[in-house]
């Protein structure tokens, strides 16, 4: 006889346990994984995998109570499809770096695509999570319903949090109504233009749900009821992209499909690396020299070049953001911006509250711990 | 809530003395009040039932002076509770017998406006409602609006995660605020979140909004700035029983609609509060809802012709749309007023705030009447619609000690009944010392124990709002209820490792 479904999860589940115990007893950290996909980004993993992908599936969903429940391991492609066929979505367009990315992942790395300045990042989203932590306990912070106080917010802090906190074994998320119409225009300008031109945007009626701008071209996004992406469209006056190039930009943005995010090797020797920073909208940056993709209405910029990291990260600093080395052959500036002394130390101590034994992903967000 | 142990005067008198002379030594004397006279006002916030007497309460003006009263209050191990506005529902801000009273009234400086980026930077004592007037030449506006807004303040909107009629569509607080500065128990400056969309590690924002002031003092706040619609409708919809109404709300967000905001009245609270502002309210419906859509003229003209379909399909018995900003704000008076218009008809009344999953709003609203002769007292009933968050009314006379038990144990059990459904003991006015005891049915024993570990990582000495939000074990046992498990694992007696 076939076993059922809930059994097989639960035999997932027991494997989890019994793995993360015998890593308990050895104090042998555990390198926490999904589907694998996102392992260039920051600091290297290490330790015995322990492997989510079996403990997957959509445990929940109401689609009139805006909230879907899923398994760690669930595939972000399947959650994602099983939204669109009730005419939902996740509203901050989760990048996919590879296929065979999982939910668990997609909170832990907490990256957020192009949707994100105008809809809120997977942090906003994340309505509550179980978790395995401390010394191998089973924990629910959070719920399936929107508003929410009780207790601290612990569910959403896992979003971004590399796994150091724990195993996140199921989350409940916030969904949105899918977007009726799309629509992408271009304008072709400088990158100072660009900037120029999205700092006036944000007092303008227009349902702008994205924008990039990238190689001497203006992206703008637009998305909602009709006839406001319509009017949106006339009042823009600049050239439609064709829905399925559009599509497809947006889709490439997201899951870094192009050669600008992925060096090749030859240029990681040469010392090229690719940095994300995160900075204030209007914020200015001197000229640091290699090329940039501009996101997030100018609060998210992709920057790849030669640059020292004490001089990427300066800069960053001085505008008001951070810089994470995303890909580069010598990471050992941090993959993260270091923190100020006051804010590490609570870091530390929260690290140690959830994960006394120091055996979950240690290192992978900061060296060390 | 369980009445704490009297405090002899003698150590008390001490304890205060001592106290009074650090502070003595970093704040000017006008920053600093001691006498009885001076701290009854703080004795308590909008949850008046439960009343403190602070040991000294401290009016520091600048950042320098939060740090200097914390670092002296951090070496003589004393209790702080900081405080805003104090119009908290919930006794987040009642003083701590032994500790110091921290206002935050004279943070009333709004830093800086970006019209370009789209922020606001302002002190943490500035009022909810001057943010947006600070951002109204700009055409901008803050959009959490908890219905103490004119009086609320920014801070305490951090430290409670506030909600409003708007956060369907607009977000809670913690979506609204981009990075909030302040210090940490010892007086070490911290600055959690940014000007930036994230910040370089964890991300604390979660942790810090919503935390009711027990991991850090916060004196500035940076907030998002939303454009304002150009225009706003509201559709007011009767209908003849609360099951109906409650399935015209999950088939109104069915169709893909995010309505701006998305109320419900039960008859008797539509009666209360027609007769204190005369909407023009249907007093024959068994619930009325308010659905309210915003935006450009011709995005909200299509969102409320949806909008209608969808309530008259699901049998709505009246529908009336507002033609004008006069019209639409007439229909909303009754709900903004919900609160003090129950105040006219009771002496007291206690405010739950529950949340549910929508679906099974009907079989709560049922519990409740059905508790209603369990307690004998009446009950009124408004209701976040949109989002789940049920605000019961519990109409009684504080004058009568037996009537406050018994509005306490109804609104327990509303809470715990909301557990039991799915949902949680709050929604939007934290658990501060109403709800620690029904904290203990919604957290395990191992989930609470992580709470304080998460305490004392920012705040080790525990001095910070002592005793609020997380009820200890010995607490949860003389309470005795059980823990009601809600996680969807299968496995609820696994051994642990």
Known sequence: MEPRDADRRDAALLRVLDAVGEARARRDPLEIRGGGTKGFYGEAPRGRPLELGGLAGIVNYEPSELVVTARAGTPLAELEGALAARGQMLAFEPPRFAPGGTVGGMVAAGLSGPA???????????????????????????????????????????AGSWGVLGVILEVSLKVVPSRAATATLIIDCGADEARARLK????????????AWFRGRLYLRFAGARAAVDLACRDANAAALDPDAAAAWWAGLRDHGHEFFRPEAAALARGESLWRLSLPATADLPDLGGEQCIEWNGALRWWRGGAAPEKIRAAAAAAGGHATLVRAADKSAGAFAPLPASLMRIHRRLQEAFDPDGIFNPGRLYAGW | MNPTPPIDPHV????????????????????????????????????SAYRESPLVVVLPSSDAEVAATLKACHAHRVPVVARGAGTGLSGGALPHPLGVTLSLAKFTRIVAVDPEACTATVQA?????????????????????????????????????????????????LHNVLGVRGFTADGAAVEFGSSALDAAGLDLLPLIVGSEGMLAVITEVTVKLVPKPILARCIIASFADIESAGRAVANVIAAGIIPAGLELMDRRMTAVAENYV????????????????????????????????????????????????????????????????????????LCMDSTIPRRRLAEMLLSIQAMESTYGLACVNVFHAGDGNLHPLILFDAADADQLRRAEEFGADILETSVRLGGTISGEHGVG????????????????????????????????????????????????????????????DLPRY
């Open chain 2, 433 to 492: 010392v109403e709800k620690l005891n029904s904290s203990c049915v919604q957290f395990s024993p191992a989930e609470r124990a992580q709470f304080f570990a998460v305490k004392r990582a920012f705040d080790p000495e525990e001095l910070l709002n002592p005793g609020k939000v997380i009820p200890t074990l010995a607490r949860c046992a003389e309470y005795g209820k059980m823990h009601v498990h809600r996680g969807l694992l299968p496995f609820p």
């Open chain 1, 116 to 158: 994100r300045a105008a809809s809120g990042s997977v942090r906003d989203y994340v309505l509550g999570a179980t978790i395995l932590a401390g010394r191998g306990e089973i924990m629910t912070f959070g719920g399936q319903v929107i508003k929410n106080v009780a207790g601290y917010d612990v569910s959403r802090v896992l």
């Open chain 1, 200 to 211: 006036s945007l944000g007092k303008r009626p227009w349902p702008l749900t994205a924008s």
């Open chain 2, 125 to 173: 004592g500035v009022r909810n409602l001057a943010i947006s007037e600070a951002a109204a030449p700009f055409g901008l506006y803050y959009a959490p609006d908890p219905s103490s807004q004119i009086a609320c303040t920014i801070g305490g909107n951090v430290a409670e995660n506030s909600g409003g009629v708007h956060c369907l569509k607009y977000g809670l607080t």
């Open chain 2, 12 to 47: 008390r008198a001490r304890r205060q003395a001592a106290v009074l002379a650090a502070l003595a030594r970093v704040l000017p004397r006008d920053a600093i009040l001691a006498s009885r006279e001076e701290t009854t006002p703080y004795e308590c916030d909008g949850m």
């Open chain 2, 278 to 349: 005369h909407a023009g309210y249907d007093l024959e419906a068994a619930a009325i809802l308010l659905c309210e859509s915003d935006g450009t003229a011709l995005e909200v003209d299509e969102e409320i012709g949806r909008m209608t379909a969808v309530l008259e399909a699901s049998g709505a018995t009246r529908i009336a749309a507002s033609r004008d900003e006069a019209e639409r704000l007439k229909f909303w008076s009754g709900r903004k007023n919900a609160f003090p218009a129950s105040g006219g008809i009771s002496p007291d009344y």
